[in-house]
């Protein structure tokens, strides 16, 4: 059998991640001798990281926050996809040349139009960092006719009420709800026309998604985007089909059997 290869998860602060549940479900039922680890990174310690992913016993690496930019500018080749997000959340290593792939963003567009069939008139988005600009190109890519972005930091989250009236799709691109009860929008402004995806996704359904529910919404958490963009990233590395349906029941047992992925 040949050696079996280290593939990375590189972020910070990403103890709850899932993906080495279904990345490993993968390679097992592949019957591939490949391991899929976390490695949590601080900033000053992406380079270096990065450059490890040259080794001849490295097969590739996802990267999630905070350093997918930081990843994107290491790389010897990016994607148009990624250069266009400005950031590269899978890598692959061509030989000693590292070429980094944006997944995140088909598997965006793939859950918006699941959620959206008829299109989207106007957007909302909680949030304002690396994730939400994400969010913002895959809505540009579906021809979102608005796209409205609220954040904290500038005091534009007092607008919420205001903008929630007229939005037929509500996405929460903020850590709020993360491994914790809390929601980032009041129950009682949800409404049965509004469609609701909840980028986080532990637990799962987060609160959002169940309120949503609740008011007869179409909801989603944020499980389905995490499996879209593994198993492409998975193709990416092996050249082959990915095992989708194992890496989906992986994904539900990893939380709890209700990822709704």
Known sequence: MAAGLTFRLLGHGIAYSASPAMMNAAFSALELPHDYLLTDVSGADVAATVAGLRAADAGGANVTVPHKAAVAALMDEISDVAREADA????????????????????TVEAIERLCPDGVRHALVLGAGGVSRAVQLALARIGAGAVSVLRRSDGSMSRLVVEMASADLLINATPVGTGSDESPVPAELLRPELAVLDLVYRPSPTRLVREARTAGARAEAGAGILLGQAWRSLELWLDRPAPVEVMRAALDAELGGSSDA
């Not at 692959?92 to 997944?103: E, P, Q, S």
């Open 88 to 107: 590269v959340n899978t890598v692959v290593r061509d030989g000693d040349r590292l070429v980094g792939h944006n997944t995140d963003m088909p598997a």
